[in-house]
């Protein structure tokens, strides 16, 4: 029989029951890099945001229960990650307004998707090329005024740089425990 993994948080009020599995980024707790973002979020008060890179769901699943007015997309590559936040969303009850596809960065969301905020813990394993990716990609998925919020342990100069190649306004806007977590905004 298949051991049922749970992650068990409070994060400002807001409890998190999430399901989990062998095989997934912080399979059995709350990484202290997404509990740090969840912690400090800058969330629009309506809109649609995207989790890129979501795992199996804390910080789509956050944004959606502590700001009702928010249309969420969680987007993943791997398929166990878009299975067990989809499972993770049915727990909630959020299939209204939350969508999990599929999808290495923005490959799979159409063109007129423009969000208000994009939210990553970008995975250490997709390494340097994830950011640049997401650096050169995000800049037409933001719309006028939104931001990009990522949180990183390492190469925090390295993130700036490559968001500075496209947009004006990027900074460090607290550093956590060994954390860095930088916003970006379109202006």
């Known amino acids: ?3 049922i993994i749970f992650v068990n948080d409070v994060v ?3 409890p998190l029951s ?5 095989g997934l980024f912080s399979k059995d707790k709350l990484d202290l890099g997404t509990k740090v973002m969840l912690e400090n979020l800058i969330i629009p ?3 649609v945001v995207a989790d890129v890179g979501c795992g199996y769901g804390p910080i789509g699943i956050y944004l959606a229960l502590k700001n009702p007015s928010l249309k969420v997309y969680m987007l993943d590559v791997d398929k166990k990650a878009v299975y067990y936040s989809r499972k993770n ?3 909630y009850g959020l299939e209204n307004r939350v969508h999990v596809i599929q999808s290495d960065i923005f490959e799979n969301i159409p063109p ?4 208000n905020a994009i939210y990553s813990n970008p995975p250490l394993k997709a390494g340097k090329a994830f950011i640049e990716r997401l650096a050169s ?3 037409d998925r933001v719309s006028e005024g939104g931001l990009i919020q990522l949180v990183v342990y390492k190469g925090e100069e ?3 740089n490559l968001f500075r190649q496209k947009f004006k306004n990027v900074e460090v806007y607290k550093r956590i425990k060994g954390y860095s977590i930088i916003v970006i905004r379109k202006d």
Do not use: D
């Open 1 to 3: 029989m298949k051991e």
């Open 158 to 160: 390295n993130v700036i």
């Open 18 to 22: 999430l399901e989990s599995s062998y």
């Open 137 to 139: 990609t995000s800049y």
């Open 112 to 115: 007129e998707i423009k969000f």
């Open 89 to 91: 969303v049915s727990r």
């Open 45 to 47: 008060e309506s809109g």
């Open 12 to 14: 400002n009020g807001i």
